[in-house]
């Protein structure tokens, strides 16, 4: 058998598809090594996943603390809501008995009731501090433009000395309690004078319209 034979007969061919199938397994090795993700990638991907879940809870569990302390500041300053607008009938219970007590009356009051009369007066005035203890303040608007969500208008007062829609009487006290109205002012306001800024009509006029 000659070279040539050896080089171009059976051997040959058969030496050469075994050349061509490695080399054909050699390059998918090397598509298959390329086509895997690179672990650092998947490191950096995954870290970042976890930074911004980390981020997103810690801002939850900030807005739940601050939610959480708003609620119980309100809890505590409103708490006595109820039982101090119970105290406050009688509040206005001491303040008529002491309405009720003409001028005249008590320059003539012998000393029993000068004494009943003060002690009436005492004890208003410390049922009132107590109440400022525990965050309930009365409201002064006497001289103040007309505040639908502190006072209610109960009538209009003719004066054109003072700008429309300012609070000249008040029937009943009003009081607030923390940034909350505990019980409006029961008010008269003036009417015909001139009118206040930003104002066109009067406050009858607006609850009508």
Same mark, same amino acid.
């Given at each position: 058998? =000659?070279?040539?034979?050896?080089?171009?007969?059976?051997?040959?061919?058969?030496?050469?598809?075994?050349?061509?199938?490695?080399?054909?397994?050699?390059?998918?090795?090397?598509?298959?090594?390329?086509?895997?993700?690179?672990?650092?990638? &998947? &490191?950096?991907?995954?870290?970042?996943?976890?930074?911004?879940?980390?981020?997103?809870?810690?801002?939850?569990?900030?807005? &739940?603390?601050?939610? =959480?302390?708003?609620?119980?500041?309100?809890?505590?300053?409103?708490?006595?809501?109820? !039982?101090?607008?119970?105290?406050?009938?009688?509040?206005?219970?001491?303040?008529?008995?002491?309405?009720?007590?003409?001028?005249?009356?008590?320059?003539?009051?012998?000393?029993?009731?000068? =004494?009943?009369? %003060?002690? +009436?007066?005492?004890? %208003?005035?410390?049922?009132?501090?107590?109440?400022?203890?525990? $965050? /309930?303040?009365?409201?002064? #608007?006497? $001289?103040?433009?007309?505040?639908?969500? !502190?006072?209610?208008?109960?009538? %209009? /007062? #003719?004066? #054109?000395? +003072?700008?429309?829609?300012?609070? /000249?009487? +008040?029937?009943?006290?009003? !009081?607030?309690?923390?940034?909350?109205?505990?019980? #409006?002012?029961? /008010? $008269? +306001?003036?009417?015909? $004078?001139?009118?206040?800024?930003?104002? =066109?009509?009067?406050?009858?006029?607006?609850?009508?319209?």
């Amino acid at each position: 058998m =000659t070279d040539d034979t050896t080089k171009n007969g059976p051997d040959a061919t058969a030496a050469d598809a075994a050349a061509d199938a490695a080399a054909y397994v050699e390059n998918d090795t090397v598509q298959e090594e390329t086509a895997q993700p690179d672990p650092l990638e &998947l &490191l950096k991907a995954e870290n970042s996943e976890l930074r911004d879940r980390y981020l997103r809870l810690a801002a939850e569990m900030d807005n &739940l603390r601050r939610r =959480t302390e708003r609620e119980v500041k309100d809890a505590k300053s409103y708490s006595v809501a109820g !039982f101090a607008r119970d105290m406050l009938a009688v509040s206005d219970n001491l303040r008529r008995a002491l309405d009720a007590i003409s001028p005249e009356a008590k320059d003539a009051a012998d000393a029993g009731l000068t =004494t009943l009369i %003060e002690g +009436v007066e005492m004890t %208003e005035r410390a049922m009132l501090s107590a109440l400022e203890r525990h $965050g /309930v303040r009365k409201l002064e #608007p006497v $001289g103040q433009k007309f505040d639908p969500n !502190f006072h209610q208008a109960m009538f %209009e /007062v #003719p004066n #054109p000395d +003072v700008p429309n829609n300012t609070v /000249v009487q +008040v029937v009943q006290a009003g !009081f607030s309690i923390g940034e909350r109205v505990l019980r #409006p002012a029961m /008010v $008269g +306001v003036a009417k015909g $004078g001139p009118k206040a800024e930003a104002e =066109t009509n009067s406050v009858f006029d607006e609850k009508d319209a």
